[in-house]
């Protein structure tokens, strides 16, 4: 678990945090990187390479954005960092073709590993539908059942 006020993951966040910017439009080949290189900052470096057996001839872009920035952001968030590698990453999730290279956390990350469901609907949710989904969340988690969501914009971050 990388926490983004820790001085000592700080910098492996960054590195991540710029990984998953530069890998964003292919995510099977990050994983594979990850797993082949071991670590975003080795991943990185060899940039060229990852894209060279890939099908897409888009190259890696780990030039772009501010890693300061978004570290700063999540630790206002007080948000955690999973990445993939981690031993607290879903297993489930983890499974998958093209999982997240960073599970970003707020909350208790170890209650992943629980039963869980997501919540999610429309961007312009009316009075009612967000009513609906705060009763639906809060009866799920009284249930045991852990409500996981994206807080994108709508009923989902209600």
């Known amino acids: 678990m990388?926490?983004?006020s820790d001085l000592g993951t700080r910098s492996l966040l960054?590195?991540?945090l710029a990984f998953q910017r530069g890998m964003a439009l292919q995510p099977e080949l990050a994983v594979a990187a990850i797993r082949e290189f071991g670590d975003p900052r080795t991943a990185l470096r060899v940039s060229a390479r990852l894209v060279r057996g890939s099908k897409s001839r888009r190259r890696v872009d780990v030039g772009?954005?501010?890693?300061?920035a978004d570290i700063d952001a999540l630790a206002r968030a007080e948000a955690v960092a999973l990445p993939v590698d981690s031993p607290m990453y879903p297993k489930c999730l983890a499974a998958l073709s093209d999982p997240a290279l960073l599970l970003l956390v707020r909350g208790q990350p170890e209650l992943l590993s629980r039963p869980a469901v997501?919540?999610?609907g429309s961007r312009a949710a009316t009075v009612y539908g967000k009513r609906?989904?705060?009763?639906?969340?809060a009866d799920l988690a009284a249930a045991g059942v852990v409500v996981?969501?994206?807080?994108?914009r709508g009923i989902d971050a209600e």
């Open 2 to 4: 990388l926490v983004p």
């Open 14 to 16: 960054g590195d991540w």
């Open 132 to 137: 609906v989904a705060r009763k639906m969340a």
């Open 148 to 152: 996981i969501s994206g807080l994108a």
């Open 118 to 120: 997501a919540i999610v």
């Open 64 to 68: 772009s954005g501010s890693s300061e």
